[in-house]
């Protein structure tokens, strides 16, 4: 049962344009929602969040927008870096169990 | 030191053998939470301790599983007679305390059970 789901398992995108990541999720007690970003042979980093009071957040270049109605959420990197090239994490997690449930990740590759 | 340390990072073992895996998370963190991700998953979460309380274990897939932080800093994650299933990056995470919090990860120790 994939309480989080990310439907694309990879993304190109030309450096300079906008990088949007998809995530949707089934579990309408999720009231808290994090990004993290993953390279090789490293952990997930943090990399924005959202509260479930909020339908946007934003943090310099990365912006992520929650849609409750439709349990969905997207995050929005403008403009796209080849830095920004890694595996993206959508996670959820409800206020009374704090573990995170963790999409499959979507990789996103920035090109010159 | 800065961020969340785990050590080994790698680490092969022969089927059967026991393992041990060790997590120092952000001085002053008082949740530590271990997850397992599998090649092309998600990490899935697998225990979390609040202080040194082990107040979900939920995850853990068998007995043969079992996790400890006893003064409420470093941690430790043993697998019992390892099976090749068990091959996986278990990855380490802290967080202040235990509501809506950023959890913050270490490198991961990467096993390898032959």
């Known amino acids: 049962d994939q309480q989080v789901k990310q439907n694309s398992p990879s993304l190109s995108v030309q450096e300079g344009r906008i990088s949007i990541l998809n995530c949707d999720y089934t579990?309408?007690?999720?009231?808290?929602f994090l990004w993290y970003k993953k390279y090789p042979a490293e952990g997930p980093t943090f990399l924005i969040s959202?509260?479930?009071?909020?339908d946007k957040n934003e943090d310099g270049r990365f912006t992520v927008f929650l849609n409750k109605s439709a349990k969905h959420l997207s995050l929005h990197i403008v403009p796209s870096q080849p830095g920004d090239s890694a595996v993206y994490f959508c996670a959820a997690h409800t206020g009374t169990a704090s573990k995170l449930t963790f999409g499959t990740g979507t990789r996103l590759q920035v090109t010159l | 030191g800065a961020g969340v340390s785990q050590s080994p990072r790698y680490k092969v073992a022969k089927r059967g053998q026991d393992v041990a895996l060790r997590c120092d998370p952000i001085?002053?963190?008082?949740?530590l939470f271990w997850y397992q991700q599998a090649l092309g998953q998600g990490p899935e979460f697998l225990t979390y301790f609040q202080n040194e309380a082990q107040l979900d274990k939920s995850g853990l897939p068998s007995d043969r599983f079992f996790a400890e932080r006893p003064e409420g800093s470093v941690s430790t994650l043993k697998i019992q007679r390892t099976q090749q299933e068990d091959s996986a990056v278990y990855l380490c995470a802290s967080s202040w305390g235990g509501g809506e919090e950023t959890q913050y990860f270490g490198p991961g120790t990467r096993l390898l059970v032959l």
């Open positions: 001085s002053g963190h008082v949740s």
């Open positions: 579990n309408s007690m999720f009231d808290y």
């Open positions: 959202i509260s479930s009071i909020k």
